[in-house]
């Protein structure tokens, strides 16, 4: 049809638990959009962004326990929450808003095609998904050396 769209998973979850040179996809028990794409037959393609929780500093859940429960409940009761950051000012030499002024490198994985399906079965759901999850690996195991030399740890793909 000529047509594309965008869906970036992750979400709320995912927002709490960005940091600065690591990556953790909350990713392992969200299907919906794989399903969506089975009965709609479009292509998935799979796309990872390198740096882009570089670009601010956030409070950690564990030096910071009762800020993260809080937010953690917020999310329970509203599914969102507002992740508490920082960066630099607009002089770049005080605290703010503003991001920090790191590069953000964006790559672009080998589709994975999908054949169409108005009612897909578990089996077909969980093998497309298992597919993503691999190119997704692959993505990162070729360019983290290139666009993530500083990373604290690998690629996580948690929950």
């Known amino acids: 049809m000529g047509r ?9 979850r995912e927002s709490l ?6 990556l953790k996809l909350v990713l392992k028990r969200r299907k919906g959009f794989v399903k969506m794409a089975i009965r709609t037959g479009a292509d998935l393609v799979p796309v990872l962004a390198f740096g882009e929780n ?13 800020i993260h429960k809080f937010q953690l409940i917020v999310k329970k009761l509203l ?9 630099r000012g607009v002089f770049n030499y005080d605290v703010g808003l503003m991001p920090y ?18 009612y897909p079965d578990q089996e077909e ?7 993503y999850l691999q190119e997704l690996q692959r993505i990162w195991d070729t360019w983290k050396d290139d666009f993530s030399p500083n990373r604290k740890q690998e690629l996580q793909i948690v929950e």
């Not at 570089?54 to 009762?66: E, N, R, W």
């Open 17 to 22: 638990d960005a940091q600065p040179y690591q």
């Open 54 to 66: 570089d670009l601010y500093d956030q409070f950690q859940a564990d030096s910071h326990p009762k």
């Open 125 to 131: 759901i969980d093998h497309v998904h298992e597919l």
């Open 4 to 12: 594309a769209i965008t869906i970036v998973v992750g979400g709320a």
């Open 101 to 118: 002024r790191r590069a953000i490198n964006i790559v672009v994985g080998k589709p994975i095609r999908v054949v169409q399906s108005s």
């Open 79 to 87: 599914g969102f929450t507002i992740p508490l950051f920082h960066a």
